[in-house]
């Protein structure tokens, strides 16, 4: 069975900082990694995701994130956020097997 | 494309009532997922589908749930009956899914969500 863990509940950041949100995941087969976004009182959207090839993967809204399989990890990072990216990201392992696992989310919070 | 439409919106309900919430997929789209969000327990799966047949419900909660698909535009899923527990945000979602078990690599396009309270 795959899991997925989001080590951080809550990061709180300035405007225009950098930030990572860590993601790492357990899994018995391969795995393509998906970042979403869920903005107030919306669906999830994706960010980006990663099924093959360069492990460095860019997403919408200057996001990106890179996968290590040696480290089972896929951390999304942004180099200076702003107000607007104050929401709650999920990293998701689908396996070849079938499932969708999300993480427990990161609540983003980006103070002026 | 109007995007994954889910109804109603917001719904609240008594304990023991009957909930029907709805669905209708991207157009051309052939898995739809339907989701469960909750602060204690985060975003759970509870059924997919493909090609409107059910391929998973092993995340269905228990009896009282039931899901249904009987076209490829509309799906529903009823709580009967409702407990207080149930009171959530349901997200429906789809994805296009050409094969069933294949859908791993695809993105999945979710719902603006029903937020279900039982008093």
């Known amino acids: 069975a795959q899991s997925v863990t989001q080590l951080d509940s809550q990061v709180p950041v300035f405007e225009e900082a950098p930030v990572e949100l860590r993601c790492n995941y357990s899994?018995?087969?391969?795995?393509?990694l998906f970042w979403y976004v869920q903005y107030p009182n919306q669906g999830l959207q994706l960010l980006l995701k990663y099924l093959s090839g360069s492990t460095l993967v860019k997403g919408i809204n200057g996001f990106e994130a890179e996968f290590n399989k040696s480290q089972t990890s896929f951390h999304l990072r942004k180099p200076s956020v702003h107000i607007s990216d104050t929401a709650e990201y999920f990293c998701?392992?689908?396996?070849?097997?079938?499932?969708?696992?999300f993480g427990d989310g990161t609540t983003l919070t980006v103070k002026p | 494309d109007a995007g994954v439409i889910q109804s109603p919106r917001h719904e609240v309900t008594e304990m023991g009532q009957e909930v029907t919430l709805r669905c209708k997929p991207i157009?051309?789209?052939?898995?739809l997922f339907w989701y469960r969000q909750t602060m204690m327990r985060g975003l759970e799966l509870l059924i997919y589908?493909?090609?409107?047949?059910?391929?998973?419900d092993s995340g269905m909660p228990e009896d009282r749930f039931s899901a249904k698909m009987p076209n490829a535009s509309f799906s529903t899923l009823k709580i009967q009956p409702s407990e207080p527990r149930d009171s959530a945000v349901y997200f429906c979602?789809?994805?296009?899914?050409?094969?069933?078990?294949?859908?791993?690599?695809?993105?999945?396009?979710f719902g603006p969500g029903t937020r279900l309270t039982v008093l």
């Open positions: 589908f493909n090609n409107n047949v059910p391929i998973d």
């Open positions: 157009s051309g789209h052939n898995s």
């Open positions: 979602a789809s994805s296009l899914g050409r094969l069933a078990g294949e859908y791993s690599t695809d993105t999945q396009y």
């Open positions: 899994s018995s087969v391969s795995v393509y």
């Open positions: 998701a392992v689908n396996t070849n097997a079938g499932k969708s696992t």
